[in-house]
């Protein structure tokens, strides 16, 4: 680990399954990234309104404050948030509910349909400004 090399670019992972956001964090990590993780929904959005992170993957279901209300509270803030903010749940959502949270959010991903090395090529993506693309499979 010592010898990775920071990209610069901040990601909060806010996932209350310790053992997900384990993966997540390491191979963002191995990858450049500077991960922070948190649990619940309520310190995730206090972290998220900081404005310091580039990117923020968010599962829905959390403590304290469902990640549907934490990305409906960041995205009415009367200022921009810089943080490109993608959904990752295994939750089956209605079409209604889908249709919205993609609305608000810059990315929905199953957790159950990729890889964390998929995950990375994701987030390098986005990273560098570009639309995900649907092959992650390499």
Request: net charge negative; proline share 3%; aromatic share 6%.
């Given at each position: 680990?010592?010898?990775?090399?920071?990209?610069?670019?901040?990601?909060?992972?806010?996932?209350?399954?310790?053992?997900?956001?384990?993966?997540?964090?390491?191979?963002?990590?191995?990858?450049?990234?500077?991960?922070?993780?948190?649990?619940?929904?309520?310190?995730?959005l206090r972290a998220a309104q900081s404005n310091e992170y580039d990117i923020i993957l968010l599962d829905l279901m959390i403590p304290?404050?469902?990640?549907?209300?934490?990305?409906?509270?960041?995205?009415?803030?009367?200022?921009?948030?810089?943080?490109?903010?993608?959904?990752?749940?295994?939750?089956?959502?209605?079409?209604?509910?889908?249709?919205?949270?993609?609305?608000?959010?810059?990315?929905?991903?199953?957790?159950?349909?990729?890889?964390?090395?998929?995950?990375?090529?994701?987030?390098?993506?986005?990273?560098?400004?570009?639309?995900?693309?649907?092959?992650?499979?390499?």
């Open positions: 680990m010592d010898n990775v090399k920071l990209n610069g670019k901040k990601i909060l992972c806010i996932e209350d399954e310790s053992f997900i956001s384990e993966l997540y964090a390491r191979a963002l990590r191995r990858a450049g990234y500077d991960v922070t993780t948190l649990i619940s929904g309520i310190d995730g304290g404050m469902t990640g549907f209300e934490v990305l409906r509270q960041l995205r009415s803030r009367p200022d921009k948030l810089k943080a490109k903010i993608l959904i990752t749940t295994n939750l089956d959502q209605t079409e209604d509910s889908k249709d919205e949270l993609e609305s608000m959010a810059d990315g929905y991903l199953i957790k159950a349909e990729f890889t964390p090395r998929q995950l990375v090529n994701i987030i390098n993506d986005i990273a560098a400004g570009n639309q995900p693309s649907d092959n992650y499979n390499n």
